[in-house]
């Protein structure tokens, strides 16, 4: 499997199945938070980036194993991709599965990405920042892209999208996490109407080392303050009810290659014992395939490019 990984559980979505359709780094972005690193392409071109032939292939022999959800995400900003409205269609008459879209939102302001959303169940776009600096700050974007188009582009989704949008807001200590910037997300997020809101912090290893995490209790403060009042997400459930018969070394670089992930995130994601995941672990660091990195009190594993 090569664009279809998991299903692994997910803090949102309980157990997603992953389709990554972008080759890894190429986003509109280059987030300083990002966990998998400096963006090596920031592009605003749509392209058929992987085969979608080989795409629907892989989707079709993993949907026995029954995903709560099918997640559009991985390694990029998905909406790159230039048949993602067909994917999506092609996935839903194949199952009735709801298809979910992990996206930064910076090409809504495009007619035709707003419309190939559609077949989408729940589109979950990001807004890390209230106003122009702090976007060219946090997110780095593309030169041609411009703050307010970014946000008119959320609100006329916002028109036509039927089904639901969660807006998740990642915010960074010491750059977005204070009155002045708080106040100026809440009022784009007024104008924006999603379903739910969503707050989250640097919880793996970013690429720039001045994105901190911000602690939980001043989270759930801020959270008090959007409307609706937004959610803190939570780590991943603990489960070791594998749910599919795979080999684990492949599904174990399959994960880590598209995020860092400590231990306990190896054996959450594939439903393992935590002693397999750390036999497993081992064998692929003696083989130089992983290597770890340790932030704060956690160690986190990655896969070696
Ligand atoms: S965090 Fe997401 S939007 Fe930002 S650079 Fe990484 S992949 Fe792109």
Same mark, same amino acid.
């Not at 990642?170 to 910037?181: I, Q, R």
């Not at 809440?186 to 640097?202: A, G, K, M, S």
């Not at 801020?222 to 080999?247: K, N, W």
């Not at 231990?263 to 130089?288: F, M, P, S, W, Y």
């Given at each position: 499997?090569?664009?279809?990984?998991?299903?692994?559980?997910?803090?949102?979505?309980?157990?997603?199945?992953?389709?990554?359709? %972008?080759?890894?780094?190429?986003?509109?972005?280059?987030?300083?938070?990002?966990?998998?690193?400096?963006?090596?392409?920031?592009?605003?071109?749509?392209?058929?980036?992987?085969?979608?032939?080989?795409?629907?292939?892989?989707?079709?022999?993993? +949907?026995? @194993?029954?995903?709560?959800?099918?997640?559009?995400?991985?390694?990029?900003?998905? /909406?790159?991709?230039?048949?993602?409205?067909?994917?999506?269609?092609?996935?839903?008459?194949?199952?009735?599965?709801?298809?979910?879209?992990?996206?930064?939102?910076?090409?809504?302001?495009?007619?035709?990405?707003?419309?190939? +959303?559609?077949?989408?169940?729940?589109?979950?776009?990001?807004?890390?920042?209230?106003?122009?600096?702090?976007?060219?700050? %946090?997110?780095?974007?593309?030169?041609?892209?411009?703050?307010?188009?970014?946000?008119?582009?959320?609100?006329?989704?916002?028109?036509?999208?039927?089904?639901?949008?969660?807006?998740?807001?990642?915010?960074?200590?010491?750059? $977005?996490?204070?009155?002045?910037? %708080?106040?100026?997300?809440?009022?784009?997020?007024?104008?924006?109407?999603?379903?739910?809101?969503?707050?989250?912090?640097? /919880?793996?290893?970013?690429?720039?080392? @001045?994105?901190?995490?911000?602690? $939980?209790?001043?989270?759930?403060?801020?959270?008090? +303050?959007?409307?609706?009042?937004?959610?803190?997400?939570?780590?991943?459930?603990?489960?070791?009810?594998?749910?599919? @018969?795979?080999?684990?070394?492949?599904?174990?670089?399959?994960?880590?290659?598209?995020?860092? @992930?400590?231990?306990?995130?190896?054996?959450?994601?594939?439903? %393992?014992?935590?002693?397999?995941?750390?036999?497993?672990?081992?064998?692929?660091?003696?083989?130089?395939?992983?290597?770890?990195?340790?932030?704060?009190?956690?160690?986190?594993?990655?896969?070696?490019?």
């Amino acid at each position: 499997m090569r664009y279809v990984y998991g299903p692994v559980p997910s803090r949102r979505l309980g157990w997603s199945l992953g389709v990554d359709l %972008i080759p890894a780094k190429t986003c509109t972005f280059n987030c300083i938070y990002c966990q998998l690193g400096k963006s090596r392409t920031v592009t605003l071109e749509r392209s058929e980036y992987v085969p979608f032939d080989a795409v629907e292939k892989e989707i079709r022999e993993t +949907l026995a @194993c029954r995903p709560d959800y099918i997640t559009i995400s991985g390694s990029g900003e998905p /909406t790159l991709y230039s048949r993602l409205g067909e994917l999506l269609e092609r996935i839903r008459s194949l199952t009735d599965v709801p298809l979910a879209v992990l996206t930064n939102g910076s090409l809504f302001w495009r007619e035709e990405v707003r419309a190939e +959303l559609k077949a989408a169940s729940l589109v979950i776009p990001s807004l890390d920042a209230g106003n122009a600096d702090m976007f060219a700050v %946090i997110n780095r974007p593309h030169g041609d892209l411009d703050f307010d188009q970014v946000v008119q582009g959320l609100v006329d989704f916002r028109e036509s999208f039927a089904g639901q949008i969660w807006l998740e807001i990642l915010l960074v200590a010491s750059f $977005t996490a204070n009155p002045k910037e %708080i106040g100026d997300l809440v009022r784009c997020v007024e104008r924006i109407r999603p379903d739910r809101v969503q707050l989250n912090t640097v /919880t793996r290893p970013p690429a720039e080392e @001045c994105a901190l995490a911000v602690p $939980t209790d001043e989270l759930r403060e801020y959270a008090q +303050l959007f409307r609706p009042v937004a959610e803190v997400i939570g780590e991943a459930p603990s489960t070791h009810a594998r749910r599919r @018969c795979a080999d684990i070394t492949q599904d174990i670089l399959g994960l880590i290659r598209r995020r860092p @992930c400590t231990l306990q995130d190896v054996a959450n994601g594939l439903g %393992i014992h935590v002693l397999e995941a750390v036999k497993h672990l081992e064998i692929l660091t003696a083989d130089a395939r992983v290597h770890s990195t340790v932030i704060g009190s956690k160690v986190f594993y990655m896969a070696r490019s």
